[in-house]
T-cell receptor, first 114, second 113 residues
């Protein structure tokens, strides 16, 4: 148990669907992240939130829309995805956003786009 | 720019033998280095990190890593491998002035009985 909980663990969606991934951290951290892990590619940082403010968006397509209603919760809203968006989506958190802060990951949400 | 390289896609060792998983890095300032492990169908688990101080860092599950500034390396080691250590290992680096953590491509460790 890492203190970062992601739901659902598995999701299959059609290209015209709208779905959301949910993340909750129980660590009292101030920063939260979405990463994408695809086969044979390094982890890709998608979004960073610090104290509920988005601080980084690594040129992610608009079909991915993050939401951070408070410091404990992070959502990734998905709509009109493409098959190449199928991947493991990892939520993570850290105490703050300094370089010395360890990032703690959830178990991930496996997304399959059909 | 910060970057990290894991030169080996795959490392195979026999149970009970020492293991090393290699990592080299490139940063403009002082490096902050991390190792994570990923078991099948799981997220990444933090193993250890180097921030400053002693070049030998000890972490979870008996793992340790040695920071070598002259060789810009941060290799992960364990004196005696277990079959249960078989997993995907990621090295990562953070740099002052950057918001993100850069990960290597990962090294798959297989420990055979």
């Amino acid at each position: 148990e890492t203190g970062v909980t992601q739901t659902p663990r598995h999701l299959v969606m059609g290209m015209t669907n709208k779905k959301s991934l949910k993340c909750e951290q129980h660590l009292g951290h101030n920063a939260m992240y979405w990463y994408k892990q695809s086969a044979k590619k390094p982890l890709e940082l998608m979004f960073v939130y610090s104290l509920e403010e988005r601080v980084e968006n690594n040129s992610v397509p608009s079909r991915f829309s993050p939401e951070c209603p408070n410091s404990s919760h992070l959502f990734l809203h998905l709509h009109t995805l493409q098959p190449e968006d199928s991947a493991l989506y990892l939520c993570a958190s850290s105490q703050d956003q300094t370089p010395v802060d360890t990032i703690y990951f959830g178990e991930g949400s496996w997304l399959t786009v059909v | 720019a910060q970057s990290v390289a894991q030169p080996e896609d795959q490392v195979n060792v026999a149970e009970g033998n020492p293991l090393t998983v290699k990592c080299t890095y490139s940063v403009s300032g002082n490096p902050y280095l991390f190792w994570y492990v990923q078991y099948p169908n799981r997220g990444l688990q933090f193993l250890l990190k180097y921030i400053t101080g002693d070049n030998l860092v000890k972490g979870s599950y008996g793992f340790e890593a040695e920071f070598n500034k002259s060789q810009t390396s941060f290799h992960l080691k364990k004196p005696s491998a277990l079959v249960s250590d078989s997993a995907l290992y990621f090295c990562a680096v953070r740099d002052l002035g950057r918001d993100d953590m850069r990960f290597g491509a990962g090294t798959r460790l297989t420990v055979k009985p």
